[in-house]
């Protein structure tokens, strides 16, 4: 059957949306789905390695999230204003894509200040959608010192159905430990279950560890607003693949060993660099790939993921993956078992 969008909706219960991480990463609940057998297990994240063989591999997305949400006053008004930093267009001039709240208020030649002193000034130079505009930051200093101003004011971009106040432990527990690459302005969430200890147990298991970047952009969450899913289009997100990783995946490929793609960013950056013959490509620049049922996937044969709301395309990657049928009993029982659901929620995975 054609997938509709209407095959992806379900009762989620608020009080399932998780607004706090479990209290160790690792022990946030895990759900095995086997494909094979069509079971379904209830485990604890740091069961995750009786599942894997030395030489296996676990893909991580290695993208870190940077405090891109800054709240400042708008000039003569004062009015308080949210300012969601979403990419950088040009370092030089200092030109960023974002989003504002409440967005009817502001219009282009504005300028807003920030920090207590207001040593940081935009000016809105461009309307790009309802609510995206384009600043140029206003700063005397050098750019790294532009840069540090920004992360000094700005704070971690926890999702917006989280309603309480960021809180100290954000910044840590919001961030995977394997963060190196900033540029993601939400977690790839499906990594924020590993610890530090849990990857040493898999390192000395014989586990390989392959890294990818994905900076997540904001589009991860923009609803699906047509029926027809072959006429949704996905937001462009930067992605690198080095050397170093298509090595790793291409040697367990050519052993047919277990390739497991952390989370949905990794399963779409390793779909976006399939060469001909099914191996990985190195890889640099955007993707706008969309994965929904029915897909045929050409790397990874095990996948991570968090449990999705209703009618996202991260549920529509997982039915892909999984199956729809087998998707939609594993929610179902999810739903019944109180599973967490979203950003801090807890993780599935489909071997």
């Avoid at 599942?51 to 999230?65: A, G, M, S, W």
């Avoid at 704070?155 to 190196?180: C, G, N, S």
């Avoid at 899913?229 to 050519?254: F, G, Q, R």
Wanted: hydrophobic content about 40%; overall charge negative.
């Amino acid at each position: 059957m054609g997938m509709k969008l209407s095959n992806f909706g379900f009762d989620l219960p608020e009080n399932l949306l998780a607004d706090r991480p479990a209290e160790n990463r690792d022990e946030a609940r895990l759900m095995v789905l086997n494909r094979k057998e069509q079971t379904i297990e209830h485990k604890q994240f740091k069961d995750l390695i009786d599942y894997f063989e030395p030489d296996d591999v676990l893909v991580l997305n290695n993208t870190k999230v940077f405090p891109a949400r800054l709240y400042g006053n708008k000039e003569k008004t004062g009015a308080r204003i949210e300012v969601f930093l979403l990419r950088e267009l040009n370092p030089e001039t200092r030109l960023w894509d974002v989003l504002v709240d409440p967005a009817r208020k502001i219009r282009i030649g504005n300028k807003l200040y920030f920090g207590d002193d207001e040593s940081l000034v935009a000016e809105v130079i461009d309307n790009t959608t309802s609510r995206g505009r384009t600043l140029r930051f206003l700063y005397d200093g050098s750019y790294e010192e532009f840069r540090k101003k920004l992360k000094d004011l700005g704070e971690t971009p926890l999702p917006k159905y989280i309603k309480r106040e960021v809180e100290p432990d954000d910044a840590e527990r919001y961030q995977t430990i394997f963060a190196k690459e900033e540029g993601a302005v939400a977690a790839p969430t499906a990594g924020l279950h590993f610890s530090k200890h849990l990857l040493k147990r898999l390192e000395i298991k014989g586990i390989n560890f392959a890294e990818v970047t994905l900076h997540v952009g904001l589009g991860t969450f923009n609803p699906v607003e047509v029926e027809d899913l072959s006429k949704h289009k996905m937001d462009s997100e930067e992605a690198y693949i080095a050397k170093p990783a298509t090595e790793v995946v291409n040697k367990a490929i050519s052993e047919k060993r277990r390739i497991c793609a952390v989370g949905t960013t990794v399963m779409r950056t390793l779909e976006s660099a399939v060469s001909s013959s099914g191996t990985l490509n190195e890889f640099g620049g955007w993707t706008n790939k969309f994965i929904f049922p029915p897909y045929d996937f050409s790397i990874a044969n095990c996948m991570v993921t968090n449990f999705h709301t209703p009618k996202s395309t991260l549920l529509m990657m997982t039915a892909a993956f999984a199956g729809h049928e087998f998707t939609q009993r594993a929610y179902a029982e999810a739903v019944k078992e109180k599973y967490n659901f979203y950003t801090y929620g807890d993780a599935m995975l489909i071997i």
